[in-house]
């Protein structure tokens, strides 16, 4: 059975820091590019980082480049995404999500193109 598992959301003021893990089982995590969500109440789902199934390539939109860094380790079958200066308007329910991908290299950034998602995790940001 396929599990997604997000932690490390909460509260924090605007400009500080929050780290996301994503946890899975059930699928061969080495073999899928996984991505990073987020969705504010009245909003479309959004893309915000992607990494490679060798964790060497990243992908990010510009609304958080610069701030936001994804990374992944294989051998705990988890992704990390780490928020710097955070803003309020990026308060949402952030999800992590997996896509099986022959290519070690490709990152992926359209949410239809991911298969296995996670409950999502709340991130507050208070300005």
């Known amino acids: 059975q396929v599990h997604l598992v997000e932690s490390g959301g909460g509260l924090v003021q605007a400009g500080g820091s929050l780290s996301l893990s994503c946890v899975v089982s059930?699928?061969?995590?080495?073999?899928?590019?996984m991505g990073w969500f987020r969705q504010a109440p009245g909003k479309e789902r959004e893309f915000v980082a992607a990494v490679s199934r060798s964790g060497s390539r990243t992908y990010y939109p510009d609304s958080v480049k610069g701030r936001f860094t994804v990374s992944r380790d294989n051998a705990k079958n988890t992704v990390f995404l780490q928020m710097n200066n955070l803003k309020s308007e990026e308060s949402a329910v952030y999800y992590c999500?997996?896509?099986?991908?022959?290519?070690?290299?490709?990152?992926?950034?359209?949410?239809?193109?991911?298969?296995?998602w996670g409950q999502g995790t709340q991130v507050t940001v208070s300005s």
């Open positions: 059930g699928f061969t995590f080495s073999y899928y590019t």
């Open positions: 999500a997996a896509a099986f991908k022959i290519d070690a290299n490709e990152v992926l950034t359209s949410i239809g193109g991911y298969t296995y």
